[in-house]
C-alpha cells in the first residue's frame, strides 16, 4: 500500500486570506500530481507569535476551518490543515490540527499536547504557555491506507508520545512544527530521524518557509524519514512544495527484520495512556 503525500512549506503572512490563498495555490498544484494527502504547516495562518494566538483565533467549524474542509472536498485528499489558534467556548486557546478526509468531513483533531516553553540563554526565548493552553488526548486517525499518527511541533521531543500512536497503530506519523533557528538546525533532523527508528514508521515534518523579517523565524527544511532512519527527501529553507510516496509495505518489511517492538520487555516495564 503506497501513499503519495504532498508537504508544503509556504511563508506565512500577517493576512490571515493571503495565507489561505497560498495554501490553496500549493493545493492546486499538489492535486495535479495525483496525491492522497496534504500536509500544510504548523500556524500556517498565523504568525508564530504568542501575541497573535487569541487574535487569530477561531472556533471549531469556523472560517478557516470551513475552507480547509472544502479544499479537502474540492480536491478529493486528505488534508492535515497544519495548525491553527483554537478557542474553545471557556475562551482557552488551543494549537490545534485538524484532518480532514476526502469527503471534506473531519476524522481528527490534535491539540499540541506539550507547550513550547523553553530560554536557551542568549539565543531563544518562548513561552507559549502565556497564551495557550495544552491539549490531553494522543491523536491516531483511520484511512484506507492504515493507521497515521498527528502531533504538533514541541511534541515531537517527547518519545512517550510517538510509541503510544504506534501502539494504537500508526505507521506514519505527521508532525506541522517550525522549529527555529536555534533548535532547527540542532535538532530537527536528529529529530525525526530517531522517532522513525524508534517506532519504525514514516516520519512526516511539515515546516513554514524561513522569513528573515519576522520576530520568529522558522528554520524549514520540512521532511520525510523512513521507517529504517533514511531521510527520503527534504526541502531547504525556501518556500516550495515535495511529493513524496510512502510505501507501508517498508514498515512491515523494517519491523519483520528488525522486531524492536516485539522485543519489549513489558514483562518489565509498559507504556499506556490513561
Not at 11 to 34: C, F, H, P, W
Not at 37 to 42: D, K, S, T, Y
Not at 64 to 75: D, L, T
Not at 92 to 101: D, E, K, Q, R
Request: hydrophobic residues 40%; glycine residues 6%; neutral net charge.
Amino acid at each position: 500500500m503506497k501513499i503519495k503525500a504532498a508537504i508544503i512549506q509556504m511563508r506565512v503572512d500577517e493576512d490571515k486570506q493571503k495565507n489561505i490563498d497560498t495554501a490553496n495555490e500549493y493545493l492546486k498544484n499538489a492535486v495535479k500530481e495525483g496525491i492522497d494527502i496534504a500536509i500544510l504547516p504548523e500556524m500556517f495562518c498565523c504568525p508564530y507569535e504568542t501575541p497573535n494566538f487569541p487574535i487569530y483565533a477561531e472556533r471549531e467549524g469556523g472560517e478557516s476551518y470551513r475552507v480547509m474542509a472544502n479544499f479537502a472536498k474540492e480536491y478529493g485528499i486528505y488534508l492535515v490543515a497544519g495548525s491553527m489558534p483554537e478557542k474553545d467556548e471557556n475562551n482557552h486557546i488551543f494549537n490545534t490540527s485538524y484532518v480532514f478526509n476526502r469527503k471534506g468531513e473531519k476524522i481528527a483533531k490534535h491539540r499540541k499536547m506539550h507547550l513550547f516553553d523553553i530560554d536557551v540563554a542568549g539565543r531563544q526565548r518562548f513561552k507559549e504557555s502565556d497564551t495557550l493552553t495544552a491539549g490531553n488526548e494522543i491523536t491516531v486517525f483511520d484511512t484506507e491506507f492504515g493507521k497515521i499518527g498527528l502531533c504538533i511541533c514541541y511534541d515531537i521531543r517527547f518519545p512517550e508520545l510517538s510509541r503510544l500512536m504506534v501502539d494504537q497503530g500508526a505507521k506514519v506519523i505527521i508532525v506541522p512544527g517550525a522549529f527555529n533557528m536555534t533548535t532547527g538546525p540542532a535538532h530537527w533532523n536528529v529529530l525525526f530521524r530517531n522517532r522513525s527508528l524508534d517506532n519504525q514508521v514514516f516520519m512526516i515534518g511539515c515546516a513554514p518557509a524561513r522569513d528573515l523579517s519576522a520576530s520568529y523565524t522558522s528554520y524549514g527544511h520540512s521532511i520525510a524519514v523512513s521507517p529504517w532512519g533514511e531521510i527520503v527527501q527534504q526541502l531547504d529553507e525556501k518556500e516550495g512544495y515535495m511529493i513524496v510516496e510512502l510505501n507501508l509495505q517498508q514498515v512491515e518489511k523494517v519491523r519483520r527484520e528488525l522486531p524492536l517492538l516485539k522485543q519489549r520487555r513489558n514483562d518489565l516495564y509498559t507504556l499506556k495512556s490513561l
